[in-house]
């Protein structure tokens, strides 16, 4: 297994405690954001969003965000299909961060796929099992 593959499919624990320290090293200026499922209330995954994701989101109806790794604009779903259609976007108190709550217009959320090769539906498919453990549900 490469090394995303571990990290994506793998049952051991490796979470990035560094991963906001380095968006904010890099100069990025985004805000986090949550997209939720608004039928079933499952949350599919955390993104970010800079100014112009967060103005095309509106405009387009669609979830737009900002890759932090790849320095883009990343339309959701723009090479998969999976698009994500906006259908009512929400603020915290603080203003610091945003709640997308969206339609899946594909197969799924997450850029993974299950053992079967289906897109899987959101980005939350393992459990902590221990503080080096995880499993699949």
């Known amino acids: 297994m490469s090394g995303d593959e571990i990290l994506e499919e793998g049952?051991?624990?490796?979470?990035?405690?560094?991963?906001?320290?380095?968006?904010?090293?890099?100069?990025?200026?985004?805000i986090p954001v949550v997209l939720q499922e608004i039928d079933t209330k499952e949350v599919?995954?955390?993104?970010?969003?800079?100014?112009?994701?967060f103005e095309l989101s509106l405009e387009r109806e669609s979830a737009?965000?900002?890759s932090t790794s790849r320095h883009e604009i990343?339309?959701?779903?723009?090479t998969s299909g999976d698009t994500l259609s906006l259908v009512?976007?929400?603020v915290n108190c603080e203003?610091?961060?945003l709640l997308y709550m969206v339609r899946r217009d594909g197969a799924g959320a997450c850029h993974t796929k299950a053992e079967a090769g289906v897109t899987?539906?959101?980005?939350?498919?393992r459990k902590v099992d221990s503080p080096e453990k995880l499993s699949f549900v």
Do not use: P
């Open 120 to 125: 899987r539906s959101g980005c939350y498919y």
């Open 11 to 30: 049952q051991t624990q490796q979470l990035d405690f560094n991963k906001l320290k380095s968006i904010g090293e890099a100069g990025h200026r985004v």
């Open 88 to 90: 009512e976007m929400r």
């Open 74 to 78: 990343w339309h959701k779903g723009a």
């Open 95 to 97: 203003q610091n961060s």
């Open 44 to 53: 599919l995954f955390i993104g970010y969003a800079n100014q112009e994701a």
């Open 64 to 66: 737009v965000l900002y």
